[in-house]
């Protein structure tokens, strides 16, 4: 039996990333880039407008007010898109709009309701200062420029960026297939009846979400029988994948086959059992190059033993650098007693209020209970030498979502 971390350190250091693949754009989305994107133009490229008003050379307004406006020619209107036909003279001035490209000679543009229109002439009313209202070429980017660098995640605004930069496909890392299997013969689909002695098959729902939920992708093998053939069968086919999990057999009963198939096909173990509850029964290694998790039966077991190794594996094979979810301090809220020599993770509510952050358990702590689960949205991690956390102490809590992060209503107002 190992500790935590150390099954941490030999599951990654044996993971690395699938490969890069190019996508079109909408579908990189959330992805890893696999190459630096360096802008092959100016953004904008030339000197626009950032108001619908008048371009004008700064110094014919010197002095202009409301009560003693200057006069300035309007040579032309320059909408959105056009490109402007005559260069401006001093005291002359183009009717412009948003993003419409600068004439030569203007050196500021002034916003329309300081204007008033007066025939094929303007009365400007206020004096303007240079560079005012321009947004100059190469403002946002310029040619050469790295905007996105290889590691980083590409958010909607990267896709904006992109799509400026006239990238319609970009080269991510791959998501991993992971084929999930679930063993027993106790097992129903879940569009099966079962009897009073069958449990449904929750857990290959359950980890499947979690495996979309990191981003991968999964190939569901259903159920397998507690029978050698069977077991073979489905394990050979799931080797067509770049992870394997399975949940249930590997744990110490008399059909608990999965350890030995996993022998018998070719792979390598690399441990079994964890020093940890709930989850303990965990497997790891290789079938054939194929990681492969044996992760418990138990529904609670299976959802932890995957949070704590599956989760960082897949982040890793995609690319990520940020592999961990996030860990708050908090107040506990009663009392948890505990049996040293295993790191326990108790399934918490965690509210963040003016003093800080809280944490309470959800109930019945059993590694059946799924419940307690479905109400958690966090994990309170207590370490192995621990034997009673008190209330009132400060406990580590591994935060499951982002929950704590949004809110009902904007904070800001």
Same mark, same amino acid.
């Given at each position: 039996?190992?500790?935590?971390?150390?099954?941490?350190?030999?599951?990654?250091? !044996?993971?690395?990333?699938?490969?890069?693949?190019?996508?079109?754009?909408? &579908?990189?989305?959330?992805?890893?880039?696999?190459?630096?994107?360096?802008?092959?133009?100016?953004?904008?490229?030339?000197?626009?407008?950032?108001? &619908?008003?008048?371009?004008?050379?700064?110094?014919?307004?010197?002095?202009?007010?409301?009560?003693?406006?200057?006069?300035?020619?309007? @040579?032309?209107?320059?909408?959105?898109?056009?490109?402007? +036909?005559?260069?401006?003279?001093?005291?002359?001035?183009?009717?412009?709009?948003?993003?419409?490209?600068?004439?030569?000679?203007?050196?500021?543009?002034?916003?329309?309701?300081?204007?008033?229109?007066?025939?094929?002439?303007?009365?400007?009313?206020?004096?303007?200062?240079?560079?005012?209202?321009?947004?100059?070429?190469?403002?946002?980017?310029?040619?050469?420029?790295?905007?996105?660098?290889?590691?980083?995640?590409?958010?909607?605004?990267?896709?904006?960026?992109?799509?400026?930069?006239?990238?319609?496909?970009?080269?991510?890392?791959?998501?991993?297939?992971?084929?999930?299997?679930? @063993?027993?013969?106790?097992? *129903?689909?879940?569009?099966?009846?079962? @009897?009073?002695?069958?449990?449904?098959?929750?857990?290959?729902?359950?980890?499947?979400?979690?495996?979309?939920?990191?981003?991968?992708?999964?190939?569901?093998?259903?159920?397998?029988? &507690?029978?050698?053939?069977?077991?073979?069968?489905?394990?050979?086919?799931?080797?067509?994948?770049?992870?394997?999990?399975? !949940?249930?057999? *590997?744990?110490?009963?008399?059909?608990?086959?999965?350890?030995?198939?996993?022998?018998?096909?070719?792979?390598?173990?690399?441990?079994?059992?964890?020093?940890?509850?709930?989850?303990?029964?965990l497997a790891y290694g290789t079938m054939g190059a194929v990681p492969m998790f044996g992760?418990?039966?138990?529904?609670?077991?299976?959802?932890?033993?995957?949070?704590?190794?599956?989760?960082?594996?897949?982040?890793?094979?995609?690319?990520?650098?940020?592999?961990?979810?996030? !860990?708050?301090?908090?107040?506990?809220?009663?009392?948890?007693?505990?049996?040293?020599?295993?790191?326990?993770?108790?399934?918490?509510?965690?509210?963040?209020g003016p003093a800080g952050y809280t944490a309470t358990t959800t109930g019945e702590q059993?590694?059946?209970?799924?419940?307690?689960?479905?109400?958690?949205?966090?994990?309170?991690?207590?370490?192995?030498?621990?034997?009673?956390? +008190?209330?009132? !102490?400060?406990?580590?809590?591994?935060?499951?979502?982002?929950?704590?992060?949004?809110?009902?209503?904007?904070?800001?107002?």
């Amino acid at each position: 039996m190992i500790t935590v971390a150390a099954a941490i350190e030999q599951i990654l250091s !044996t993971i690395t990333p699938v490969g890069l693949e190019k996508v079109n754009l909408l &579908d990189a989305l959330g992805r890893v880039l696999g190459e630096a994107v360096v802008a092959g133009r100016n953004i904008p490229p030339k000197d626009n407008s950032a108001m &619908d008003g008048y371009a004008l050379h700064w110094r014919d307004t010197i002095g202009a007010s409301a009560e003693n406006p200057v006069i300035l020619e309007v @040579t032309e209107d320059i909408p959105a898109g056009a490109i402007p +036909r005559h260069s401006l003279a001093a005291g002359q001035a183009a009717r412009i709009m948003t993003g419409a490209p600068l004439p030569a000679g203007a050196d500021a543009v002034l916003r329309m309701e300081d204007t008033e229109k007066d025939g094929l002439k303007v009365r400007i009313k206020v004096e303007v200062q240079p560079g005012q209202d321009i947004r100059s070429a190469g403002e946002d980017v310029r040619e050469g420029e790295t905007v996105l660098a290889v590691g980083d995640i590409v958010r909607p605004a990267g896709i904006g960026m992109l799509a400026s930069l006239g990238r319609s496909f970009i080269s991510v890392y791959q998501r991993p297939l992971v084929a999930v299997l679930a @063993t027993g013969n106790e097992l *129903v689909d879940i569009d099966e009846n079962p @009897t009073p002695w069958n449990i449904v098959n929750s857990n290959s729902y359950s980890i499947a979400s979690l495996v979309r939920d990191c981003g991968a992708l999964v190939m569901q093998l259903g159920i397998a029988r &507690d029978e050698r053939q069977d077991l073979l069968a489905k394990f050979r086919a799931a080797m067509r994948a770049d992870v394997i999990i399975s !949940t249930g057999g *590997v744990s110490v009963g008399d059909y608990d086959l999965v350890k030995d198939i996993m022998q018998e096909v070719g792979s390598s173990m690399q441990f079994w059992q964890v020093a940890m509850r709930p989850g303990k029964p965990l497997a790891y290694g290789t079938m054939g190059a194929v990681p492969m998790f044996g992760l418990p039966g138990n529904p609670v077991s299976s959802m932890i033993s995957f949070e704590e190794f599956v989760r960082p594996a897949l982040l890793k094979m995609m690319g990520h650098q940020k592999i961990f979810r996030g !860990t708050v301090k908090a107040l506990l809220q009663e009392n948890i007693e505990k049996r040293t020599g295993l790191t326990h993770f108790i399934r918490a509510l965690v509210k963040l209020g003016p003093a800080g952050y809280t944490a309470t358990t959800t109930g019945e702590q059993g590694s059946g209970i799924l419940k307690s689960m479905v109400r958690a949205n966090g994990l309170i991690v207590l370490p192995e030498d621990l034997e009673i956390a +008190r209330a009132g !102490t400060e406990v580590a809590v591994q935060l499951l979502d982002n929950s704590l992060a949004c809110t009902a209503q904007p904070d800001y107002l």
